[in-house]
């Protein structure tokens, strides 16, 4: 069983227990978060609205942390033009915890027969190049 859950823009395929780095969290260390789920997969797959509502993915905050340092270099040949900046992400490390789904086992509901309701309003005919003649209309030359 597994689920896909979108937090600080990105997304993930998470398992319980699994650990992973994502962006920065407004939660204190040794809180509890939930995760918003995109995609639930047990024996059946669940990734619509309705079925996703019932889907709670809970993960413990481990420790903020920094990513690696990132160096920006600028160049512009000719013109002496050199930068070099660096940038370092906030992270936090997070475990899963729990992926449950409200009901354990849902039986499949049968999709219901939609029965299509007819125009009332008339849309108005396409224009037509003088060289073709209406569809439906056949044209019969008499001889006399």
Same mark, same amino acid.
């Given at each position: 069983?597994?689920? /896909?859950?979108?937090?600080?823009?990105?997304?993930?395929?998470?398992?319980?227990?699994?650990?992973?780095? /994502?962006?920065?969290?407004? &939660?204190?260390?040794?809180?509890?978060? %939930?995760?918003?789920? /995109?995609?639930?997969r047990s024996e059946e797959a669940v990734f #619509?609205?309705?079925?996703? &509502?019932?889907?709670?993915?809970? @993960? +413990?905050?481990?420790?903020?942390?920094?990513?690696? +340092?990132?160096?920006?270099?600028?160049?512009?040949?000719?013109?002496?033009?050199?930068?070099?900046?660096?940038?370092?992400? #906030?992270?936090t490390q997070i475990e899963v915890t729990e /992926?449950?789904?409200?009901?354990?086992?849902?039986?499949? &509901? *049968?999709? @219901?027969?939609?029965?299509? *309701?007819?125009?009332? #309003?008339? %849309?108005?005919?396409?224009k037509r190049s003088a060289r073709a003649p209406?569809?439906?209309?056949?044209?019969?030359? #008499?001889?006399?």
């Amino acid at each position: 069983m597994y689920a /896909i859950v979108k937090t600080g823009g990105k997304q993930y395929r998470v398992e319980r227990g699994q650990r992973l780095l /994502i962006e920065r969290l407004p &939660a204190e260390e040794g809180s509890d978060v %939930a995760l918003e789920p /995109i995609l639930y997969r047990s024996e059946e797959a669940v990734f #619509d609205k309705a079925g996703l &509502a019932d889907v709670t993915v809970t @993960a +413990k905050v481990l420790a903020h942390v920094r990513g690696e +340092k990132l160096r920006v270099f600028k160049f512009k040949p000719k013109r002496g033009y050199k930068r070099r900046t660096g940038h370092r992400q #906030d992270l936090t490390q997070i475990e899963v915890t729990e /992926i449950t789904a409200g009901g354990a086992k849902r039986a499949k &509901a *049968a999709p @219901a027969k939609a029965t299509r *309701a007819k125009r009332t #309003d008339t %849309a108005p005919e396409p224009k037509r190049s003088a060289r073709a003649p209406k569809e439906g209309k056949a044209t019969v030359k #008499d001889g006399s």
